[in-house]
Every structure is written in C-alpha cells, then in structure tokens.
C-alpha cells in the first residue's frame, strides 16, 4: 500500500442514529481505494441513539488508534453542540465543518480566532429533507467537506465508493453528495463570522 498522498487527522462527530459511522466509512474506504494507510477508531455511544458518536480518522497518520487533542486537521460535525464539545481535538489552524443554519457559539469565537480556527456551516438536516430522505445529511456534509482543499479525498472518488457502499437508494445518496458540494462552491456555507448557537450550555476547554 502507498505510503505517499496526504497525512490527515480527521474528528468525525454527532449524535447516535446521525449516520457518524457511515460518513466515517465513506470517507476511509475512500482513501483505502486512493492507496493510503487508514486508521479509524470509533468511540462513545455508539449503540445508544442520541448519545455521542465520535470517530477518529487517520489517513497516513501514526499506528496510534486516537488522536491526541490539539493535533486534529479537521472536525466534522453532525451537530454543533458536537462540534464545540469536541473543539479541544482540533489543532492550531484546523478546519470545523457543522452541519447547522446557524453559527457555533458567540462566546467561543475569540478561542477560535485564537487558534486560527476556520468553520464552515451547512444546513445538512434541512437540505436532507428537502430532497426527500432526512439520514442522507450526512452524505451532504461529505460533499461539503469535499469540496474544500483541506479534506484532498477528491469528490469524484467519494461518487465511486458511495456507488461501490450503497445497495439501495444509490442516487439518492449521489445527488446529496452533489448537494453538498454545490452549496460550497455557490459560498454560501463560509461563516465569516460567529453566530449564537441554540445551546445555552455548553463549555469550551480552551487550554492551549
């Protein structure tokens, strides 16, 4: 196997019944068919629906099963109390994608302006909903994610492992992967600035 390509440490994160594992599984056989070592490791509430789902990424990375904190190239979230939980992954400089139509939130927007945190936001749920099927949303945010440079999984291979992993419903799945990508490309998903998100609850550790 090709050790040569990009090294990636990729979070992977939302709530039990969100389709984590799935988007974990598009996105490394993706790179297992590129020819890169992959590592995944998935933890937290897999079984329980509604508790935590988190999946650790690696592409090209170490044999370690986890990534440490503050090492993390990207964080991918299905849900943006998700995503700030888990902020303390992400490395100076890192990239957050959130599935969401609002910003994460504004008391964490210095820390973020701190680290040199970029976040991305799109509403994936509702864009779901709108093309018929609510769990393809996380099919949506892997287009998203696509799209960026940062992720270099180019979208063209994702279409082929989703069209290799998916038995029914495989064009479904192909217009979300467009979707998302699309709704990238179009601007509409950079957050310039922070928005307040619905929780009211949530901390951030933003020890350095």
Do not use: C, W
């Amino acid at each position: 196997m090709s050790t040569t390509g990009p090294e990636l440490k990729l979070i992977i994160v939302g709530l039990g019944g969100q389709g984590v594992v799935f988007l974990t599984r598009l996105l490394s056989q993706t790179g297992v068919a590129l020819g890169y070592p992959v590592l995944v490791s998935e933890t937290h509430g897999m079984s329980q629906r509604g508790g935590s789902v988190i999946s650790h990424l690696k592409i090209n990375g170490s044999e370690a099963p986890l990534i440490r904190r503050g090492t993390a190239d990207l964080l991918l979230a299905m849900e943006p109390d998700e995503a700030v939980r888990n902020l303390p992954f992400l490395r100076q400089g890192g990239t957050v994608f959130v599935n969401t139509d609002n910003g994460l939130r504004a008391e964490i927007t210095e820390h973020l302006k701190r680290r040199n945190i970029q976040v991305f936001v799109i509403p994936a749920s509702v864009m779901a909903v709108d093309l018929g099927a609510a769990a393809v949303a996380n099919v949506i945010l892997a287009g998203f994610v696509a799209a960026h440079p940062a992720l270099k999984l180019p979208v063209e291979r994702l279409r082929q492992t989703l069209e290799s992993i998916v038995p029914r419903g495989r064009e479904l799945n192909l217009q979300a992967l467009e979707a998302g990508y699309n709704y990238f490309k179009s601007d509409i998903g950079i957050l310039a600035g922070q928005q307040k998100s619905k929780s009211e609850n949530l901390t951030v550790d933003t020890e350095e």
